[in-house]
């Protein structure tokens, strides 16, 4: 069996390693992908598999444990490049790789480490796990930049137990960063229902239930192999039937149009910022920066904040008996114009029935205020779908850090039992005269539509601070985590004065 958390030790390890040599975790990440889907495919070839996976036997495992120094260099560039023009799942993980490891040394050490694992021995599990812990170590580590396709996993998994997701429907998400939201799914499915998937529902499982758009080409492929080493998908889309084995992941920025097909399911968090843009070179050769706006027909409001423009695409996506929970930012529940739009039309056209209010201190980007909606859709009708509101504050008074007290699941038991999957339409408040403190509370659709600009951004527990524990929490994260930065910076900066001295 397998020892999980040394394999991943081991992995790790080599990152903080090279990290000394300069090598941001992000691209060791990056490299380590390369190189163990290469290594698997060779141990897929092999018996008892004896599958041919499409990669060229000049570009074979063998060929690069073979060699050193700069000829390890020449051939493991030759072999990115080649790779990135075989056709399928090939293509997509290679395509614009670029060897980022300057030290040969240190590149056959990372081809050592990969070649000392039996990967194919291991249940997509436990592959799987090891890579989903570095790419969450990755994450957490700030100067990355990679937390920002990285949703707490308590969270996900929380927004899965509340969805129930059943066997046999689809389920897709339109900015997907590194899966997490697929595969916790997947994860959920398979302890919900495991032992009673016949055989067609774990081919479904494996090849048709998911779908993801990510637009980042870095992040794209870490994704495809995440889901790969989760048994998502295959080696090669033509292999077992063709379409039977499609990529599930498309890189494409998914609000540019509406690709027709719709899904059971959708489960996201869209990337933080309000506004899309795009850059262009203008005549005297400078980069600018143009507002992006989508005009799609399918859309309730005309606007440039990416938020809202997220909501109306998931609106379509779903079949009229499909559900949605997506994390957003608390402008997309009071925000006016387009913003109070939206809102007014997803009361109308959907059962916007649930709302859970998040503290600060939990994703990687600092400060965030967001919240989780939850809609249901439904077959047009001649009046609002949505009979009542029912809002879960977890912000008031909470405190969360990401070192010192990260969210976990057990955090957001108590909303999942008010949220009551099971029937949520039996569900008690615990907001009351005796009880103002409560944090789960009814509002019916007239109450919110007689609110300015039909605002959603409700509270109602009172705080005796001026500010929160929660943000006060965050920003003296903020403080400390940016006089370490400063302190360094200005001491590499004494450094450089000092030389100019002499």
Not at 41 to 55: M, V
Not at 74 to 94: C, D, F, R, S, W
Not at 106 to 111: E, W
Not at 235 to 249: M, Q
Request: glycine residues 8%; aromatic residues 10%; charged residues 25%.
């Amino acid at each position: 069996m397998t020892d999980t958390s040394n394999v991943g030790q081991k992995i790790w390890s080599m990152a903080n390693a090279l990290r000394d040599d300069g090598i941001g975790k992000s691209d060791y990440l990056e490299q380590l992908t390369y190189l163990l889907f290469i290594k698997m495919a060779d141990e897929y070839s092999r018996p008892p598999y004896n599958r041919q996976i499409g990669i060229p036997k000049i570009c074979g495992w063998d060929s690069l444990r073979s060699k050193s120094g700069g000829d390890l260099f020449k051939h493991y560039e030759y072999v990115l490049k080649t790779l990135a023009g075989q056709p399928g799942t090939l293509q997509k993980i290679y395509t614009g790789a670029q060897n980022k490891i300057s030290n040969p040394a240190q590149l056959a050490k990372i081809i050592s480490m990969v070649d000392s694992e039996n990967w194919s021995s291991m249940s997509s599990d436990v592959k799987g796990d090891i890579y989903e812990d570095l790419l969450e170590k990755i994450a957490a580590d700030t100067k990355s930049g990679a937390g920002q396709y990285f949703t707490p996993r308590a969270l996900i998994n929380t927004m899965v137990r509340c969805i129930r997701p059943e066997p046999g429907m689809t389920i897709a998400d339109p900015c997907c960063g590194s899966g997490g939201f697929l595969l916790a799914v997947k994860a959920y499915i398979e302890h919900e229902h495991g032992k009673r998937l016949d055989r067609n529902q774990k081919e479904f499982l494996k090849f048709h239930m998911f779908r993801g758009w990510e637009i980042v080409q870095s992040t794209y492929r870490l994704c495809l192999m995440n889901l790969f080493l989760h048994n998502i998908s295959d080696f090669d889309d033509s292999a077992n039937g063709g379409e039977k084995s499609r990529i599930p992941i498309i890189r494409a920025d998914s609000l540019l149009a509406d690709p027709g097909v719709r899904f059971d399911y959708i489960l996201t968090n869209p990337p933080f910022g309000k506004k899309s843009s795009m850059t262009f070179t203008n005549e005297r050769g400078e980069q600018e920066h143009e507002d992006l706006i989508y005009n799609r027909q399918d859309f309730w409001a005309t606007t440039s904040n990416k938020q809202l423009n997220f909501i109306q695409h998931i609106h379509t996506l779903l079949k009229t008996t499909g559900k949605a929970a997506v994390v957003v930012p608390d402008n997309v529940l009071f925000e006016g114009g387009a913003g109070e739009t939206v809102r007014k039309k997803l009361l109308e056209t959907t059962d916007l029935h649930t709302i859970l209010r998040l503290p600060t201190g939990i994703f990687y980007a600092q400060g965030v205020k967001a919240n989780v909606i939850f809609f249901d859709n439904r077959p047009a009708a001649p009046t609002h779908r949505t009979k009542e509101v029912w809002i879960y504050d977890y912000r008031a008074g909470i405190r969360h850090t990401l070192k010192k007290n990260p969210l976990r699941a057990g955090d957001l038991d108590d909303f999942v039992k008010c949220y009551n999957p099971e029937n949520r339409h039996l569900r008690a408040e615990t907001y009351g005269a005796d009880n103002p403190g409560g944090r789960w509370r009814r509002f019916s659709y007239e109450e919110i539509i007689a609110r300015d600009k039909t605002s959603l951004d409700i509270t109602w527990i009172k705080s005796d601070e001026g500010m929160d524990d929660c943000t006060l929490s965050a920003l003296i994260d903020v403080i400390r985590e940016k006089s370490a930065v400063i302190a360094a910076a200005v001491e590499t900066l004494e450094q450089l004065l000092g030389g100019v001295d002499e």
